[in-house]
């Protein structure tokens, strides 16, 4: 099992920045990929940002050069820094993990999951 709490939502205005993180416990963070999704309200879950064993990024097209994907296997953390936010960023952010190889888009590829941490844009 690996339990995953994320960290640093909160209420910013439009332009602004905010900083997520994402702590895990309980198996071996660096054996493990990380993602962020998020998901607003009326909408499905969507993928953000994802980070490999190696450390490789991806992104989607609509955060790519604002938000940027980082991990510390030290700290066993992974840390989204969102720059630039606006309205339409608003959702709850989730952290999940995964401990198998392939794509890393799909949420149902992902083994773990945290409760989420709500960021909301104001304009």
């Known amino acids: 099992q690996v339990q995953l709490v994320e960290s640093g939502g909160g209420l910013v205005q439009a332009g602004g920045s905010l900083r997520l993180s994402c702590a895990a416990s309980g198996r071996t963070f660096n054996n493990y990929a990380m993602a962020w999704f998020r998901q607003a309200p009326g909408k499905e879950r969507e993928f953000v940002a994802a980070?490999?064993?190696?450390?490789?990024?991806y992104y989607t097209d609509s955060v790519l050069g604002r938000f940027t994907i980082s991990r510390d296997n030290a700290k066993n953390t992974v840390y989204l820094q969102m720059n630039s936010l606006k309205p339409e960023d608003t959702s709850v952010y989730y952290c999940?993990?995964?401990?198998?190889?392939?794509?890393?888009?799909?949420?149902?590829?992902?083994?773990?999951w945290g409760q989420g941490t709500q960021v909301t844009v104001s304009s």
């Open positions: 999940a993990a995964k401990y198998y190889t392939g794509t890393f888009y799909f949420q149902s590829v992902y083994d773990y």
């Open positions: 980070v490999s064993r190696g450390s490789s990024t």
